[in-house]
């Protein structure tokens, strides 16, 4: 009886030690990790793995910060069979690399730990699939609005948008804020940019669809009415500086904004760390997308991937773990480089950080893109898809071409080299 009590100690402990975490495996060894941003943001993720490095002792993290031409190194390391273990992904990129073998499916772990994928933003998660298989999860998404220069509206007596203004709003407040000294703009009513953000955001105000069945769909008249949008600022209006003035003049269109040259400028919420410290001299603040008959929010974002050659899978997917947890991404969030993936967070006070006022990033979440910009790149061609509406659009914002002409010729290339079979 004394050897059977003794014994049934003894299992009790064991149970007990496992159930604490004693009798579980500790993770070891070195880890990689790859991503872009900024200095601020560099800064916050080097605390972010030595806090996971504090967790797990016997684990060292080798964080690979690449802010300039990623996918180049990136592309260097995986011919050289030295792929980092967790790295980022834009959305356009996820089908690409998941096809060719370069991304662990993801699935199997989130059976192990379902809070990876539980609770997430409606429309976002899709963009980490192919062929409905899960290869990379999200970290943010990327609210696109309107940053506003609310000293040049008082200024010129009027009155801030809200966010129910129109197109039709949009472009009549650019000219009234657009100013001419002599043959020279001083002041821009506007600022656009050639950048995916900004033409799938005008693109589809109207309800068009820029890809359909497998097909670039630019002359959609729908499609040619929001970018229309986009060119009249531009060319007819001349509220904007078009791409070739930009160059000229050595700044950026975000540049622009930020030194107070221009009084709107769309962009994403990844603006909100830098013009946090460089807009000192004005007051500015964000609001929703002017309407066209619809809003329609772009999915941006890096999302987080682990290689398929990964020698330790469950290290690097405990790592991506603690890149999602709760805690990593309030402290990353907290920057205002973009919103949180999990709702539960987007709701939790001090993680959308202010200014500016978050009521205008939050409301995009009703209006987020799950069907045209993911049929796009879940083709695996998106990349080279990019290229051809970039040069055609910078034919027309620069003049040289209309916008008909521009979305015509786009489906016309698009469908015969890109998406051909």
Same mark, same amino acid.
Request: hydrophobic share 40%.
């Given at each position: 009886?004394?050897?059977?009590?003794?014994?049934?100690?003894?299992?009790?402990?064991?149970?007990?030690?496992?159930?604490?975490?004693?009798?579980?495996?500790?993770?070891?060894?070195?880890?990689?990790?790859?991503?872009?941003?900024?200095?601020?943001?560099?800064?916050?993720?080097?605390?972010?793995?030595?806090?996971?490095?504090?967790?797990?002792?016997?684990?060292?993290?080798?964080?690979?910060?690449?802010?300039?031409?990623?996918?180049?190194?990136?592309?260097?390391?995986?011919?050289?069979?030295?792929?980092?273990?967790?790295?980022?992904?834009?959305?356009?990129?996820?089908?690409?690399?998941?096809?060719?073998?370069?991304?662990?499916?993801?699935?199997?772990?989130?059976?192990?730990?379902?809070?990876?994928?539980?609770?997430?933003?409606?429309?976002?998660?899709?963009?980490?699939?192919?062929?409905?298989?899960?290869?990379? $999860?999200?970290?943010?998404?990327?609210?696109?609005?309107?940053?506003?220069?609310?000293?040049?509206?008082?200024?010129?007596?009027?009155?801030?948008?809200?966010?129910?203004?129109?197109?039709?709003?949009?472009?009549?407040?650019?000219?009234?804020?657009?100013?001419?000294?002599?043959?020279?703009?001083?002041?821009?009513?506007?600022?656009?940019?050639?950048?995916?953000?900004?033409?799938?955001?005008?693109?589809?105000?109207?309800?068009?669809?820029?890809?359909?069945?497998?097909?670039?769909?630019?002359?959609?008249?729908?499609?040619?009415?929001?970018?229309?949008?986009?060119?009249?600022?531009?060319?007819?209006?001349?509220?904007?500086?078009?791409?070739?003035?930009?160059?000229?003049?050595?700044?950026?269109?975000?540049?622009?904004?930020?030194?107070?040259?221009?009084?709107?400028?769309?962009?994403?919420?990844?603006?909100?760390?830098?013009?946090?410290?460089?807009?000192?001299?004005?007051?500015?603040?964000?609001?929703?997308?002017?309407?066209?008959?619809?809003?329609?929010?772009?999915? $941006?974002?890096?999302?987080?991937?682990?290689?398929?050659?990964?020698?330790?899978?469950?290290?690097?997917?405990?790592?991506?773990?603690?890149?999602?947890?709760?805690?990593?991404?309030?402290?990353?969030?907290?920057?205002?480089?973009?919103?949180?993936?999990?709702?539960?967070?987007?709701?939790?006070?001090?993680?959308?950080?202010?200014?500016?006022?978050?009521?205008?990033?939050?409301?995009?979440?009703?209006?987020?893109?799950?069907?045209?910009?993911?049929?796009?790149?879940?083709?695996?061609?998106?990349?080279?898809?990019?290229?051809?509406?970039?040069?055609?659009?910078?034919?027309?914002?620069?003049?040289?071409?209309?916008?008909?002409?521009?979305?015509?010729?786009?489906?016309?290339?698009?469908?015969?080299?890109?998406?051909?079979?």
């Amino acid at each position: 009886m004394k050897r059977f009590l003794v014994a049934l100690a003894a299992a009790a402990l064991i149970l007990t030690l496992a159930a604490c975490g004693g009798g579980s495996k500790k993770l070891k060894g070195e880890v990689s990790f790859m991503g872009w941003g900024d200095e601020a943001e560099r800064v916050m993720y080097d605390k972010v793995f030595k806090d996971f490095e504090a967790k797990n002792p016997g684990v060292k993290v080798n964080y690979i910060f690449t802010p300039d031409d990623y996918y180049t190194k990136l592309q260097t390391m995986i011919a050289g069979n030295t792929a980092p273990d967790v790295f980022y992904l834009a959305e356009g990129r996820v089908a690409q690399y998941a096809k060719d073998g370069v991304c662990l499916e993801l699935d199997p772990f989130v059976k192990k730990y379902p809070e990876l994928t539980k609770d997430f933003v409606e429309g976002v998660l899709r963009y980490g699939t192919y062929q409905d298989k899960l290869y990379a $999860i999200p970290k943010d998404w990327q609210p696109v609005v309107m940053y506003i220069n609310e000293d040049i509206f008082k200024a010129a007596g009027v009155a801030l948008p809200t966010s129910d203004w129109t197109m039709d709003d949009y472009r009549a407040i650019a000219k009234k804020l657009t100013k001419v000294e002599g043959k020279k703009t001083v002041q821009y009513g506007c600022a656009v940019e050639n950048y995916r953000a900004d033409w799938m955001t005008f693109g589809a105000a109207y309800g068009g669809e820029w890809f359909k069945d497998g097909k670039s769909n630019w002359s959609d008249p729908n499609i040619v009415k929001g970018m229309s949008v986009m060119r009249d600022v531009i060319v007819t209006d001349k509220s904007s500086p078009s791409p070739a003035a930009v160059s000229s003049m050595g700044q950026s269109q975000s540049q622009l904004f930020e030194t107070g040259k221009v009084a709107m400028f769309p962009s994403g919420r990844w603006a909100v760390p830098t013009y946090r410290e460089t807009c000192k001299g004005f007051a500015w603040s964000a609001v929703e997308m002017p309407k066209g008959t619809t809003r329609v929010n772009p999915i $941006i974002t890096a999302a987080l991937t682990c290689s398929a050659k990964a020698k330790n899978p469950e290290l690097a997917v405990a790592l991506l773990r603690h890149v999602l947890s709760d805690e990593s991404l309030s402290t990353v969030m907290s920057l205002g480089i973009g919103l949180p993936v999990y709702q539960h967070l987007v709701d939790k006070p001090g993680v959308v950080s202010e200014p500016p006022a978050a009521a205008p990033f939050k409301a995009a979440a009703a209006y987020i893109d799950s069907k045209v910009q993911y049929a796009a790149v879940s083709t695996t061609k998106f990349a080279q898809f990019q290229d051809i509406i970039s040069a055609q659009l910078d034919l027309a914002f620069n003049g040289s071409i209309t916008m008909e002409e521009a979305c015509a010729a786009i489906d016309k290339k698009a469908n015969a080299e890109v998406f051909n079979n």
